[in-house]
């Protein structure tokens, strides 16, 4: 069964499961890590960087540590969508929180004016990663 509400534009809408927009907002700020580390390759001198090993991942425990980092919000795409809510209520606000300081921090370290895209997609990954810690703490009670 679909639970309806109505709205005031006279369309029938349905609510939306707490895991799905959890498992969305996961998807979303997944998508703005993944631009926003496609659209730095187009910054000046960042190729000549990766080709000559001078950059911020230069070691392979480097590379392996940003990997785990990255893996975590794709598989909180996952997980919110299987686990028992107790503990998925949990891991979002936890994660919600890592990923939201993760990216306030490096907002307000702007490196120069090529960086704007990235400061820009750091605050709407901030907002993103907040509104889970929001969700997951206003979790629906039976």
């Known amino acids: 069964m ?8 006279g ?5 939306v499961n707490i895991k799905v927009k959890l498992a ?6 997944t998508l703005c890590y993944l631009y926003g580390d496609y659209f730095e390759l187009y910054v ?4 000549d960087g990766l080709i ?3 950059n911020l991942l ?11 980092m990255l893996a975590i919000p794709a598989l909180m795409v996952f997980l919110s ?7 998925n209520r949990i891991l979002n606000i936890v994660f919600g929180l890592f990923f939201t300081l993760i990216m306030l921090l490096i907002a307000s370290v702007q490196r120069n004016e090529w960086y704007t895209f990235y400061v820009f997609l750091a605050i709407i990954e901030s ?8 969700y997951a703490i206003k979790w629906p009670k039976e």
């Not at 969305?24 to 700020?29: A, E, K, Q």
């Open 24 to 29: 969305m907002l996961w998807t979303s700020v």
């Open 11 to 15: 369309y029938k809408d349905f609510e």
């Open 81 to 87: 969508l299987i686990l028992k809510p107790n503990i």
């Open 2 to 9: 679909i639970d309806t509400k109505s709205s005031n534009s």
């Open 58 to 68: 230069d070691s392979p425990m480097k590379l392996f540590g940003a990997s785990i």
């Open 44 to 47: 000046p001198d960042k190729i």
């Open 127 to 134: 907002i993103i990663t907040a509104l889970i810690v929001w």
């Open 52 to 54: 000559n090993g001078n």
